[in-house]
């Protein structure tokens, strides 16, 4: 019996052999998916579309159906960062896509979740200020990614900036810690099958009470930031701007600023 496992076993030769046949067939195949992305813009050129091609409710579409498949080797973690890159290089042959980051008191773990979420094709830009971040995310092609532990509440500005959205929430992974920054464009945000909502509220009261206010009406709720007079909340769910569960929510100064994907490991 032993000998017949020792031969069932391949060799180090055969299987170098065999990773260096995958190698290329990936290659090829990446290099075919990468000329179908050109394809793409030209069409979109084409019929006059020239906007930017950001989708990010199709891209959280992709990635729940590849982690739903079955696997026997690759984790969560590699087909995520794998599918992350294609997908930014497909975007960045599309148009001049770029990144604005304000990375606040910890400037390092917001550059990397920015890469983890966007890879590396786009330009990134670290900037001094949120204003000059939510400036990049107001021009063509440009995304803003900031802190949510940030000195000042500039989610709130976001209120009298409807065409600016906050689409993702990084990182999208669990494994990789809890949510620490969020990605802001002027895209549609549309629902996935397994969002949260971000909402802004003025209201003095405490965070408990405005959450009990909320699960009156059946919104379950959980404060993520608060500065300036100012809470975020997170919304479990995918709420319109003017969803009637909201309306008799506590405050003045109140609204839906955007909406993300949940973690994919939650």
């Not at 017949?4 to 060799?11: K, L």
């Not at 993520?224 to 309306?247: H, T, V, W, Y």
Request: hydrophobic share 45%.
């Amino acid at each position: 019996m032993g000998s017949d496992q020792a031969a069932a076993t391949p060799s180090l030769e055969e299987v170098r052999w065999r990773l260096d046949a995958i190698d290329t067939e990936l290659l090829k195949l990446l290099d075919e998916r990468a000329s179908l992305a050109g394809a793409v813009a030209a069409a979109k050129r084409a019929s006059g579309d020239t906007g930017f091609g950001l989708r990010p409710g199709r891209e959280a579409q992709i990635v729940r159906k590849l982690l739903a498949a079955p696997r026997t080797g690759a984790g969560d973690a590699l087909v995520i960062r794998i599918w992350r890159e294609i997908m930014a290089d497909n975007l960045a042959r599309q148009g001049p896509y770029q990144l604005g980051v304000f990375g606040g008191r910890e400037a390092a773990r917001t550059v990397e979740l920015t890469r983890l979420r966007f890879g590396t094709a786009p330009r990134l830009s670290i900037v001094p200020t949120a204003q000059d971040a939510l400036a990049i995310a107001r021009s063509p092609w440009g995304v803003a990614v900031l802190p949510l532990a940030a000195e000042t509440p500039w989610w709130g500005r976001l209120l009298a900036e409807p065409k600016l959205k906050v689409f993702a929430a990084l990182p999208c992974l669990a494994t990789w810690g809890p949510q620490a920054a969020l990605a802001v464009a002027e895209v549609e945000v549309e629902p996935t099958g397994g969002d949260q909502t971000f909402w802004v509220t003025d209201s003095p009261k405490s965070a408990a009470a405005i959450i009990e206010a909320l699960s009156q009406t059946d919104v379950a709720a959980e404060l993520i930031a608060d500065a300036g007079g100012l809470k975020l909340f997170s919304l479990s769910g995918f709420f319109q701007p003017q969803d009637e569960r909201l309306a008799r929510a506590p405050g003045d100064l109140t609204g839906v600023i955007g909406a993300a994907p949940e973690q994919f490991d939650v």
